[in-house]
Protein backbone atom coordinates (compact mmCIF):
# COMPACT_ATOMS: atom_id res chain seq x y z
CA UNK A 1 0.00 0.00 0.00
CA UNK A 2 1.28 3.68 -0.60
CA UNK A 3 -0.23 6.91 0.02
CA UNK A 4 -2.47 8.74 -3.01
CA UNK A 5 -1.96 12.21 -3.65
CA UNK A 6 -4.00 13.29 -1.65
CA UNK A 7 -2.83 11.47 1.53
CA UNK A 8 -5.50 8.68 1.16
CA UNK A 9 -4.13 5.01 1.00
CA UNK A 10 -3.82 3.02 -2.31
CA UNK A 11 -3.97 -0.65 -3.27
CA UNK A 12 -1.55 -1.52 -5.68
CA UNK A 13 -3.02 -2.94 -9.20
CA UNK A 14 -4.02 -6.58 -8.52
CA UNK A 15 -3.63 -6.78 -12.56
CA UNK A 16 -0.77 -5.08 -13.24
CA UNK A 17 1.64 -6.14 -15.95
CA UNK A 18 4.94 -6.53 -13.74
CA UNK A 19 2.18 -9.14 -11.04
CA UNK A 20 1.72 -11.26 -13.98
CA UNK A 21 4.85 -11.21 -14.80
CA UNK A 22 6.02 -12.78 -11.37
CA UNK A 23 3.18 -15.20 -11.19
CA UNK A 24 4.13 -16.30 -14.41
CA UNK A 25 7.98 -16.18 -13.32
CA UNK A 26 6.95 -18.51 -10.32
CA UNK A 27 4.62 -21.09 -12.36
CA UNK A 28 7.86 -21.36 -14.39
CA UNK A 29 10.07 -21.58 -11.43
CA UNK A 30 7.58 -24.85 -9.73
CA UNK A 31 7.92 -26.33 -13.21
CA UNK A 32 11.65 -26.42 -13.58
CA UNK A 33 12.05 -28.07 -10.49
CA UNK A 34 9.82 -30.68 -11.25
CA UNK A 35 11.60 -30.98 -14.66
CA UNK A 36 15.04 -31.09 -12.94
CA UNK A 37 13.62 -33.85 -10.21
CA UNK A 38 11.66 -36.18 -12.56
CA UNK A 39 14.39 -35.69 -15.43
CA UNK A 40 16.90 -37.32 -12.73
CA UNK A 41 14.80 -39.88 -11.68
CA UNK A 42 13.98 -41.34 -14.73
CA UNK A 43 17.31 -41.21 -16.35
CA UNK A 44 17.87 -43.81 -13.36
CA UNK A 45 15.59 -46.38 -13.77
CA UNK A 46 15.71 -49.68 -15.81
CA UNK A 47 13.38 -49.78 -18.53
CA UNK A 48 9.94 -50.14 -17.34
CA UNK A 49 6.19 -48.75 -17.88
CA UNK A 50 6.71 -46.49 -14.45
CA UNK A 51 9.71 -44.55 -16.94
CA UNK A 52 7.71 -44.28 -19.54
CA UNK A 53 5.12 -42.53 -18.13
CA UNK A 54 8.17 -40.50 -16.30
CA UNK A 55 9.13 -40.00 -19.84
CA UNK A 56 5.87 -38.52 -20.89
CA UNK A 57 5.20 -36.66 -18.03
CA UNK A 58 8.94 -34.49 -18.35
CA UNK A 59 8.31 -34.02 -22.35
CA UNK A 60 4.45 -32.57 -21.05
CA UNK A 61 5.91 -30.46 -18.25
CA UNK A 62 8.59 -29.04 -21.18
CA UNK A 63 5.75 -28.22 -23.11
CA UNK A 64 3.64 -26.24 -20.89
CA UNK A 65 7.20 -24.52 -20.69
CA UNK A 66 7.60 -23.64 -23.88
CA UNK A 67 3.62 -22.26 -23.49
CA UNK A 68 4.66 -19.82 -20.32
CA UNK A 69 7.35 -18.91 -21.98
CA UNK A 70 5.67 -17.50 -24.62
CA UNK A 71 3.46 -15.71 -22.05
CA UNK A 72 6.63 -14.69 -20.26
CA UNK A 73 8.23 -12.80 -23.32
CA UNK A 74 4.79 -11.29 -24.11
CA UNK A 75 4.43 -9.83 -20.90
CA UNK A 76 7.99 -9.00 -20.47
CA UNK A 77 8.01 -6.88 -23.28
CA UNK A 78 4.01 -5.28 -22.02
CA UNK A 79 6.29 -4.57 -18.52
CA UNK A 80 9.19 -3.27 -20.84
CA UNK A 81 7.27 -0.79 -23.16
CA UNK A 82 5.45 1.12 -20.39
CA UNK A 83 8.83 0.80 -18.00
CA UNK A 84 11.11 2.28 -20.35
CA UNK A 85 8.77 4.40 -22.98
CA UNK A 86 8.41 6.56 -19.82
CA UNK A 87 12.43 7.15 -19.11
CA UNK A 88 15.68 4.82 -20.29
CA UNK A 89 17.33 2.46 -17.82
CA UNK A 90 20.44 3.72 -16.57
CA UNK A 91 23.32 1.72 -18.31
CA UNK A 92 25.30 0.68 -14.87
CA UNK A 93 27.62 -1.93 -14.77
CA UNK A 94 24.98 -3.50 -12.32
CA UNK A 95 22.17 -3.06 -14.75
CA UNK A 96 24.51 -4.56 -17.81
CA UNK A 97 25.08 -7.48 -15.63
CA UNK A 98 21.88 -8.24 -14.35
CA UNK A 99 20.60 -7.73 -17.81
CA UNK A 100 22.92 -10.09 -19.53
CA UNK A 101 21.85 -12.98 -16.87
CA UNK A 102 18.70 -12.62 -17.10
CA UNK A 103 19.14 -12.88 -21.28
CA UNK A 104 21.35 -15.96 -20.66
CA UNK A 105 18.56 -17.52 -18.80
CA UNK A 106 15.75 -16.43 -21.47
CA UNK A 107 18.29 -18.52 -23.96
CA UNK A 108 18.67 -21.37 -21.93
CA UNK A 109 14.58 -21.53 -21.05
CA UNK A 110 14.28 -21.87 -25.44
CA UNK A 111 16.85 -23.83 -26.23
CA UNK A 112 16.71 -26.94 -23.31
CA UNK A 113 13.23 -28.08 -24.07
CA UNK A 114 14.16 -27.48 -28.08
CA UNK A 115 17.16 -29.93 -27.35
CA UNK A 116 14.65 -32.30 -25.73
CA UNK A 117 12.48 -31.81 -28.74
CA UNK A 118 15.92 -32.80 -31.27
CA UNK A 119 16.15 -35.93 -28.34
CA UNK A 120 12.47 -37.00 -28.57
CA UNK A 121 11.67 -36.38 -32.29
CA UNK A 122 15.52 -38.08 -33.51
CA UNK A 123 14.39 -41.33 -31.56
CA UNK A 124 11.09 -41.71 -32.87
CA UNK A 125 9.00 -39.98 -34.93
CA UNK A 126 5.69 -38.77 -32.91
CA UNK A 127 7.44 -38.96 -30.09
CA UNK A 128 5.95 -35.80 -27.77
CA UNK A 129 2.73 -35.19 -26.54
CA UNK A 130 1.46 -32.63 -24.16
CA UNK A 131 -0.64 -34.97 -21.70
CA UNK A 132 -1.95 -37.13 -24.40
CA UNK A 133 -2.21 -34.96 -26.95
CA UNK A 134 -0.10 -35.88 -29.99
CA UNK A 135 1.99 -32.86 -30.84
CA UNK A 136 3.46 -32.52 -34.43
CA UNK A 137 7.23 -33.26 -34.77
CA UNK A 138 9.96 -29.90 -35.18
CA UNK A 139 12.40 -32.37 -36.35
CA UNK A 140 12.46 -35.66 -38.63
CA UNK A 141 13.47 -39.06 -37.06
CA UNK A 142 17.35 -39.73 -37.16
CA UNK A 143 18.92 -42.04 -35.00
CA UNK A 144 22.39 -40.58 -35.94
CA UNK A 145 21.22 -37.09 -34.27
CA UNK A 146 20.32 -39.48 -30.91
CA UNK A 147 23.49 -38.82 -29.46
CA UNK A 148 23.75 -35.86 -30.47
CA UNK A 149 20.42 -34.58 -29.19
CA UNK A 150 21.05 -36.33 -25.65
CA UNK A 151 24.66 -34.63 -24.89
CA UNK A 152 22.86 -31.34 -25.43
CA UNK A 153 19.76 -31.30 -23.76
CA UNK A 154 21.70 -32.93 -20.81
CA UNK A 155 24.71 -30.37 -21.17
CA UNK A 156 22.03 -27.59 -21.66
CA UNK A 157 19.99 -28.42 -18.67
CA UNK A 158 22.86 -29.11 -16.01
CA UNK A 159 24.43 -25.22 -16.87
CA UNK A 160 21.07 -23.86 -16.74
CA UNK A 161 20.71 -25.25 -13.55
CA UNK A 162 24.09 -23.56 -12.36
CA UNK A 163 22.53 -20.08 -13.94
CA UNK A 164 19.38 -20.94 -12.18
CA UNK A 165 21.70 -21.70 -8.55
CA UNK A 166 24.20 -18.03 -9.71
CA UNK A 167 20.22 -16.40 -9.94
CA UNK A 168 19.23 -17.59 -6.96
CA UNK A 169 22.59 -16.53 -4.93
CA UNK A 170 22.23 -12.59 -6.37
CA UNK A 171 18.49 -12.55 -5.16
CA UNK A 172 19.65 -13.83 -1.74
CA UNK A 173 17.26 -11.55 0.01
CA UNK A 174 14.34 -12.60 -2.04
CA UNK A 175 15.10 -16.03 -1.34
CA UNK A 176 14.73 -15.89 2.43
CA UNK A 177 11.65 -13.46 2.41
CA UNK A 178 10.00 -16.24 0.03
CA UNK A 179 11.04 -19.24 2.22
CA UNK A 180 9.54 -17.23 5.40
CA UNK A 181 6.52 -16.68 3.55
CA UNK A 182 6.43 -20.23 2.56
CA UNK A 183 7.58 -21.55 5.66
CA UNK A 184 4.68 -19.22 7.46
CA UNK A 185 1.92 -20.62 5.09
CA UNK A 186 2.93 -24.30 6.05
CA UNK A 187 2.68 -23.48 9.77
CA UNK A 188 -0.87 -21.59 8.74
CA UNK A 189 -2.46 -24.88 7.68
CA UNK A 190 -0.64 -27.41 9.41
Not at 5 to 10: K, L
Not at 78 to 93: A, E
Not at 158 to 185: C, D, E, S
Request: net charge positive.
Amino acid sequence: MSLGQEGAVTKPRLNSAFQRLMSVHWWMAGCYLILFCVGTLMTQLSRTPVRNMLYDFHKSIGVLTMALLTWRILTLIQVMRKKYTKRFPKFSSKWLKNFALHALMYIFMWAVPIAGFLLSNSFKANNVSFFGILLPDIFPENKAMVDVGRSLHFWLSYTFLAVIVLHLMLQWKVVKANWRRFIGFIRAIG
